[in-house]
């Protein structure tokens, strides 16, 4: 006779359908339930992602709107003598009196204005009066016409020898102006001046910051 019980599984509990589990879900449910929890934890996290950058982006325009423009950058002041004021306005003085061509100012001549040491002319005034700066010294150098131009390397190191020697300037009244004081320098720089025959230079005492000056630059003798 056929047997008619009921096949057992290999770990002998008898098979039974779903719906005959005790309180479980079944391998149905849980897919379903696994699935919706991810749907809704992605859906967080995308909120969560736009509330944190939102407010970023907020925050930095306004930030960038608030910010007051950059100041521009102010000059840079020159060297002030010890216990001088600096100048109120870098603007140079205007000359009020005539010019004159600077083959013909002599030494200890004080110019109102000083445009550079390469001008054709210059306004003198008395020294007592403000001036910006002071014929130092002037003279020929040794050279002959014929000589050949030794460069303005070595023009440079020799007007600077002769523009600095010992015994042209008042110490007394470098002392007042300090470390400002400067001697600038004027020859024949290019070999078109020097093969013209030009062998004269003038050296000009004035102060770095330009200040108006009063007194007189050169020693006495």
């Known amino acids: 006779m056929r047997d008619r019980r009921p096949?057992?599984?290999?770990d002998g509990a008898a098979r039974t359908d779903d719906r005959s589990r005790p309180d479980g879900l079944s391998r149905r449910g849980w897919l379903i339930l696994v699935g919706a929890v991810g749907a809704v934890a992605v859906a967080v996290l995308s909120v969560a992602a736009f509330a944190i950058a939102a407010p970023a982006g907020h925050a930095e325009a306004?930030?960038?709107?608030?910010?007051?423009?950059a100041p521009p950058n102010?000059?840079?002041p020159g060297?002030?003598?010890?216990?001088?004021?600096?100048?109120p306005t870098p603007t140079p003085p205007v000359a009020t009196v005539p010019e004159q061509p600077v083959a013909g100012i002599p030494t200890g001549?004080?110019?109102q204005v000083f445009p550079s040491p390469r001008a054709a002319a210059y306004p003198v005034v008395d020294c007592g009066a403000p001036h910006i700066a002071?014929?130092?010294s002037k003279g020929t150098l040794p050279q002959p016409a014929g000589a050949a131009f030794p460069g303005a390397q070595a023009l440079n190191a020799q007007v600077s020898d002769l523009c600095t020697a010992p015994g042209l300037l008042n110490w007394d009244w470098v002392a007042v102006w300090n470390e400002d004081v400067q001697v600038e320098l004027r020859y024949p720089d290019t070999a078109a001046q020097w093969a013209?025959?030009?062998?004269?230079?003038?050296?000009?005492v004035d102060t770095y910051s330009r200040h108006e000056l009063t007194g007189n630059a050169v020693a006495a003798h």
């Open 7 to 10: 096949r057992t599984r290999p």
């Open 62 to 69: 306004d930030l960038t709107a608030a910010a007051p423009p």
């Open 74 to 76: 102010p000059p840079e």
């Open 79 to 87: 060297p002030t003598p010890l216990g001088l004021p600096p100048r």
């Open 109 to 111: 001549a004080c110019l």
């Open 134 to 136: 002071q014929v130092l």
């Open 196 to 204: 013209s025959g030009d062998r004269t230079y003038e050296c000009f």
